[in-house]
């Protein structure tokens, strides 16, 4: 059985800084594509961040570009975004998501599996 367990959200104030982390379990953590994505309240879930399955490319939104790195341990089964420079815009619930394909999707459809998500909140 396939399980991720994102932890490190909470309620930051606006220019703060977070890092959150999603700990795999029941796959072959090194062949997955590893994904961030948000959802606020009222809107779609978009993608945040996504790490390849050797770390050693990534792809960020938009949004995020130059505030947010991603990074993963394929020794612990675990991958990482490191956010910074926060703002209230950024307030969402944030999932990590794992990708069995090596390509990088930038859409939730792409993912096979899903953590139950961790709150961050921003506050002006």
């Known amino acids: 059985q396939v399980t991720l367990v994102e932890s490190g959200g909470g309620l930051v104030q606006a220019g703060g800084s977070l890092r959150l982390s999603c700990a795999a379990s029941?796959?072959?953590?090194?062949?997955?594509?590893m994904g961030w994505f948000r959802q606020a309240p009222g809107k779609e879930r978009e993608i945040v961040a996504a790490?390849?399955?050797?770390?050693?490319?990534?792809y960020y939104a938009d949004s995020v570009k130059g505030r947010f790195i991603g990074s993963r341990d394929n020794a612990k089964n675990t991958v990482y975004l490191q956010m910074n420079s926060l703002k209230p815009e950024d307030t969402a619930v944030y999932y990590c998501a794992a990708d069995s394909d090596m390509v990088i999707s930038t859409t939730p459809r792409g993912y096979n599996y899903w953590g139950q998500g961790t709150q961050v909140t921003v506050s002006s």
């Open positions: 790490i390849s399955w050797s770390g050693g490319a990534a």
């Open positions: 029941g796959l072959t953590f090194s062949r997955y594509t």
